[in-house]
């Protein structure tokens, strides 16, 4: 079992963490120290797990590098529901915030690095008076993005076709391209790895890709 391994955080981790954060909710100086003291690095080898099926999810995290995989099992069968990339945030949230079971396994589709808030430190931030009033802003915005997310991808399995999907992808994460096993890019479709191939090589001869 490949458990992830907690790395010393860097100033440079720690920039471009706060860049992002930055465009959800503006910490100060003195807010972010606070802050700094209650995040942690870790590295998740590739197939290693996040999150496991069945578990408690024990961290929110956002994702300095690599890329992991949402996953689902049914009758067996791993189902991804969304592949979370550089400088976006990943959780089974649901189960990191009841700390209940969780139904989401998160997978590293390569070596990775996430900084990450266990539980305990997130409600220190909830709870002190310098850092409540953000942090509960910030894992506000963070359950209307997952909420979005899961529209978006409601909305694109009912309305568009496999190839609207696959072309929809390409305009808005074409990074998806790049690293992901074309197993699981197609499972993330909907569709098999043979009927992808057919897309891609339509959309090329086309002159779309």
Same mark, same amino acid.
């Given at each position: 079992?490949?458990?992830?391994? &907690?790395?010393?955080?860097?100033?440079?981790?720690?920039?471009?963490?706060?860049?992002?954060?930055?465009?959800? #909710?503006?910490?100060?100086?003195?807010?972010?120290?606070?802050?700094?003291?209650? #995040?942690?690095?870790? *590295?998740? +080898?590739?197939?290693?797990?996040?999150?496991?099926?069945?578990?408690?999810?024990?961290?929110?995290?956002?994702?300095?590098?690599? !890329?992991?995989?949402?996953?689902?099992?049914?009758?067996?069968?791993?189902?991804?529901?969304? &592949? %979370?990339? $550089?400088?976006?945030? #990943?959780? !089974?949230? *649901? !189960?990191?915030?009841?700390?209940?079971?969780?139904?989401?396994?998160?997978?590293?589709?390569?070596?990775?690095?996430?900084?990450?808030?266990?539980?305990?430190?997130?409600?220190?931030?909830?709870?002190?008076? #310098? %850092? @409540?009033?953000? %942090?509960?802003?910030?894992?506000?915005?963070? %359950?209307?993005?997952? &909420?979005?997310?899961?529209?978006?991808?409601?909305?694109?399995?009912?309305? +568009?076709? $496999?190839?609207?999907?696959?072309? @929809?992808?390409?305009?808005?994460?074409?990074?998806?391209?790049?690293?992901?096993?074309?197993?699981?890019? @197609?499972?993330?479709?909907?569709?098999?790895?043979?009927?992808? !191939?057919?897309?891609?090589?339509?959309?090329?001869?086309?002159?779309?890709?």
């Amino acid at each position: 079992m490949k458990r992830p391994e &907690v790395l010393p955080i860097t100033d440079d981790h720690l920039l471009q963490f706060r860049k992002e954060i930055d465009n959800w #909710v503006v910490f100060s100086d003195q807010e972010w120290e606070i802050l700094n003291g209650h #995040v942690r690095l870790i *590295k998740i +080898k590739r197939k290693g797990h996040f999150a496991r099926v069945g578990s408690v999810c024990a961290h929110l995290g956002f994702l300095i590098s690599g !890329s992991v995989r949402l996953f689902h099992i049914k009758d067996g069968v791993e189902i991804t529901a969304y &592949v %979370t990339l $550089p400088n976006e945030f #990943v959780s !089974s949230y *649901k !189960s990191f915030i009841r700390q209940e079971l969780g139904q989401l396994g998160i997978q590293a589709l390569e070596d990775s690095l996430v900084a990450v808030f266990d539980r305990q430190n997130w409600e220190k931030l909830l709870d002190h008076p #310098v %850092t @409540a009033h953000k %942090t509960e802003r910030l894992g506000r915005l963070i %359950t209307e993005k997952l &909420v979005f997310c899961y529209e978006d991808r409601l909305e694109a399995f009912i309305t +568009k076709t $496999p190839a609207e999907r696959y072309e @929809a992808m390409l305009s808005c994460r074409p990074e998806m391209t790049q690293n992901i096993p074309q197993r699981y890019l @197609a499972n993330y479709l909907g569709i098999t790895p043979t009927s992808l !191939s057919r897309i891609r090589k339509r959309i090329t001869r086309s002159g779309k890709l």
